[in-house]
């Protein structure tokens, strides 16, 4: 069970990751994703379409991508497990590597194996072995 400083320790995690979910920076395309108002030649039409996730992430979805030793792994996770304190330490230690400029997927600084563990096994969907 969750102490009151754990508590509040999640729910700011959560509400940064929510503010950065809201301005973009989380569009996840197929190949990684990139923001769209850095690609100014692209038409309204085509802007609809990047915003869409990729088939793989369902709602109340997102992908994140453990990135360590050379090896990146793409995962789709449940948004529940923004509650999880073992993911939040991965979200503060991907804050500490990259900050929170990154564009793109989520990028979390752990080996792919790790994050399977801390995400509970079968809980996640492996979306893509190597990238």
Known sequence: MFNRDESLRSLMMLKLFTRKLQRGLLVMGSRGGQRLKSIPELDEEDKDAGKLPPNDVKKGQ????????????????????????????????????FGFGQEGVLAVPCHPEELQRV?????????STEW
């Open 62 to 97: 997102f992908a994140v991508t453990a990135t360590k030793g050379g090896k990146t792994t793409r995962f789709v996770v449940e948004l529940d497990d923004l509650n999880d304190p073992e993911f939040l330490e991965l979200l503060e230690q991907a804050e500490d590597e």
């Open 119 to 127: 995400l509970h096994g079968g809980k996640v969907r492996r979306a």
